[in-house]
C-alpha cells in the first residue's frame, strides 16, 4: 500500500460502522501478536486537557532521555500526528508497511465472521506496533473519547492512569449525568498501577476514588489550588507548586496551569517506578512542551488566537482566558463546531464577549454543522453574525474586519483549525514574498 491507498482504506473502513465492546481490538491485536504487551504505558483520559498533559509528560521524559511513545487524537496538521516517537511522527513508509499488516489481519477476521474493526482500532494497534519496533522506554497514551470501552483500554502495562478534567461531552455514547461519564473514564485504571488524578469535584471525585479502592490503586491528587505565584502570559507562564519554584510553560490560557500542575504528579510518580527525570530536564521539558491550537498565538497586529474549545467545559475555560488576557479588547470569533455537539452552550457561554462573529463548517467532516445553520443559532443572542462560505473568506473577512489593536478568535471543532493556521500562516508570507 502506498500512502494514498491507506488514506483511501480508512476512509472506507470509516463507513462500515462500528461494534461497541473491546472484542474487535482485542482479537487484531492478538492476531498481530499482542505488541501493546511489550509496552509500559501513561494512559490519559478525561474530557479537555489529555493532549496538553500528555505534552508535558512526554516533552519531560524525552528531555529526561527516554524513548517516549505518543499517540494522540485527534490530529490537526497531518494524519501521521496520532503516532509519535520522541515527537517525529511516524514516517509514511512505515506507516504504509504495518497498515498493509494490519489489513491482511482484518481481512482475515471479516472472512471468519468476526465485524472488521473501526479506523481507531486500526490506527490504535498500528501504534502499538510502531512502538514496539521501535523499542520505546514508555507510551504516553490518550483515548479517544472514553475510557471503558476505549480501544486503547486493551493495555494492561499501566504505570499510571491519569484522569484529567471531566464535564459533559459525548453523553450519547458515555452518559447523561457527570458520574456516568467518570465512571467511563475511570475505567483505564488497572491493578498495580498509580492513579493520578486533577482535583475537581466531588461527584467526580468520589467516582475515581471508589475505582482506586477497588482496584487497590494508590491516588495522588493534583490540586490546582495549591500552585502559587502565578504568572499568566501569552507566551510564557510560571508558577511555584510543590517544592519547585517559577515552573515555565509555553502554552497560553489559564486553564494551563491545572494541566501543568496535573503533568508534575504524573512525572513524580513516575520518578518513584524508576522513570526519574532530573529538576533541570524536568524543567526543561516543562517549557518546551508544545500543543497546537489549545489557545494558540498564530498572529499579532491583531492578535489571532486559536483554540480547540469544542464542548461547555472548553468554552467556559475559553471565555476565561479571553477575559483575562484581552479584558478591554475587542474581539472577533471565527467560529464552527459539529453538529453532535452542545453548541448552544458553547455560544451561550462566549458570545457576549465578541464584537462580531463569523460562522464556518469544517470541510470535507461529515459531523461539521452548516455555517449558516450555526449563524442562525448565534443570532438567536448575538446580532452581528456573518455565515462564511469557505475558511479562506471567513479570515479574509476576520482580517479586514480587525483593526491592529483588536483580536481575532478562531475556535470550535480541532478539525478545521489546521487547515486555518496554514491559511493565516500563507497570508503572512504573502508581503514579504513580494518584497
Not at 460502522?17 to 511489550?38: F, H, N, T, W, Y
Not at 483515548?143 to 470501552?149: A, E, I, R, S
Not at 460562522?359 to 455565515?387: D, I
Request: glycine share 10%; charged share 25%.
Amino acid at each position: 500500500m502506498n500512502y494514498k491507498e491507506v488514506m483511501e482504506y480508512v476512509e472506507q473502513v470509516g463507513r462500515l460502522g462500528m461494534v461497541p465492546g473491546l472484542d474487535s481490538i482485542r482479537e487484531l491485536c492478538r492476531r498481530l501478536g499482542d505488541p501493546q504487551k511489550a509496552l509500559k504505558f501513561v494512559h490519559v483520559a478525561g474530557t479537555n486537557g489529555k493532549g496538553s498533559v500528555s505534552a508535558y509528560v512526554a516533552s519531560a521524559l524525552k528531555c529526561g532521555g527516554y524513548k517516549v511513545g505518543r499517540y494522540i487524537s485527534p490530529t490537526i496538521f497531518d494524519y501521521r500526528e496520532r503516532i509519535q516517537v520522541n515527537g517525529c511522527l511516524i514516517t509514511k513508509t512505515a506507516l504504509c508497511r504495518l497498515m498493509e499488516r494490519i489489513k491482511e489481519v482484518c481481512d482475515g477476521m471479516v472472512a471468519v465472521g468476526l465485524p472488521h474493526p473501526t479506523p481507531f482500532e486500526l490506527e490504535t494497534a498500528l501504534g502499538f506496533l510502531y512502538f514496539q519496533e521501535k523499542k520505546c522506554d514508555v507510551v504516553v497514551l490518550e483515548t479517544g473519547m472514553g475510557g471503558l470501552m476505549d480501544a486503547t483500554n486493551v493495555v494492561e502495562n499501566t504505570l499510571t492512569a491519569v484522569i484529567t478534567s471531566i464535564s459533559m461531552d459525548h453523553m450519547k455514547f458515555l452518559g447523561a449525568t457527570l458520574k456516568e461519564i467518570a465512571a467511563q473514564k475511570a475505567g483505564i485504571i488497572k491493578k498495580g498501577c498509580t492513579v493520578v488524578a486533577l482535583g475537581q469535584c466531588r461527584e467526580v471525585m468520589e467516582v475515581i476514588r471508589a475505582q482506586a479502592v477497588e482496584l487497590g490503586c494508590p491516588l495522588m491528587v493534583a490540586e490546582e489550588s495549591k500552585a502559587g505565584n502565578l504568572r499568566y502570559g501569552l507566551e510564557r507562564q510560571r508558577f511555584d507548586y510543590g517544592g519547585m519554584k517559577g515552573v515555565e510553560i509555553s502554552l497560553a490560557g489559564q486553564y494551563q496551569i491545572a494541566n501543568a500542575v496535573l503533568a508534575l504528579e504524573v512525572l513524580q510518580a513516575l520518578g518513584g517506578m524508576g522513570f526519574g527525570v532530573s529538576e533541570r530536564m524536568l524543567r526543561r521539558g516543562m517549557a518546551e512542551a508544545s500543543w497546537p491550537g489549545r489557545f494558540t498565538v498564530i498572529g499579532k497586529r491583531p492578535w489571532f488566537i486559536v483554540d480547540g474549545a469544542h464542548n461547555e467545559d472548553g468554552a467556559r475555560r475559553l471565555a476565561q482566558s479571553l477575559e483575562y488576557y484581552f479584558k478591554g479588547k475587542r474581539i472577533l470569533y471565527i467560529m464552527g463546531v459539529f453538529a453532535d455537539k452542545e453548541y448552544d452552550k458553547i455560544i451561550a457561554l462566549t458570545h457576549s464577549l465578541a464584537d462580531q462573529i463569523i460562522t464556518v463548517v469544517a470541510p470535507g467532516n461529515p459531523r461539521a454543522l452548516p455555517a449558516y445553520e450555526l449563524a442562525q443559532e448565534v443570532a438567536k443572542v448575538h446580532p452581528q453574525v456573518t455565515a462564511a462560505d469557505s475558511l479562506e473568506e471567513a479570515v479574509e473577512m476576520g482580517c479586514l474586519l480587525a483593526g491592529k489593536e483588536d483580536v481575532i478568535v478562531a475556535f470550535g471543532s480541532l478539525s478545521f483549525l489546521g487547515s486555518l493556521m496554514e491559511i493565516v500562516a500563507q497570508r503572512q508570507m504573502k508581503p514579504r514574498e513580494r518584497g
